[in-house]
Each structure stands twice: as structure tokens, then as C-alpha cells.
């Protein structure tokens, strides 16, 4: 996911994904614990794609409250 097509999307479309993402690292840390994990990496990536998220819904809502305030 990049930055430029999350700005695309309706906040409650990002809150959704926020869901998502969230309940997938649990389950690939979950499975890193158990050593069912595979690919290690998807942990780093998911972490990341959170983050990228984050600072999406930050950017919106900033963008709101300078419209209201």
C-alpha cells in the first residue's frame, strides 16, 4: 500500500483496513512465537503499513480540524 492511495480512500475505509491490519500482525507474531511463520518478513511490512495508516488518519483529521478551527 502506498501513501498516495490510502489518501484516496474514505476514513472509514482506513479504519477498516486499520482492523485488518492489526488482527493480521497479531496472527503473524502469534505464528512467529510458535515458529509457524515462514516469512519473518511480513511482521516488518504489516508493522509498517500500520504505521503508514497512522499517519494517514493523522493527516485527515489535521486537515479537519484546521477547516473547523
Known amino acids: 500500500?502506498?501513501?498516495s492511495?490510502?489518501?484516496a480512500l474514505p476514513v472509514n475505509e482506513l479504519e477498516a483496513k486499520m482492523i485488518?491490519?492489526?488482527?493480521?500482525y497479531l496472527r503473524l507474531r502469534c505464528g512467529?512465537?510458535?515458529r509457524q511463520l515462514a516469512d519473518v518478513i511480513m511482521i516488518k511490512k504489516t508493522?509498517?503499513?500500520?504505521?503508514r495508516l497512522n499517519?494517514?488518519?493523522?493527516e485527515i483529521q489535521a486537515q479537519q480540524s484546521q477547516v473547523e478551527g
Do not use: F
Open 20 to 24: 485488518d491490519l492489526k488482527e493480521e
Open 5 to 7: 492511495e490510502l489518501r
Open 55 to 58: 499517519t494517514v488518519l493523522t
Open 32 to 34: 512467529h512465537v510458535s
Open 47 to 51: 508493522r509498517r503499513n500500520i504505521a
Open 1 to 3: 500500500m502506498k501513501a
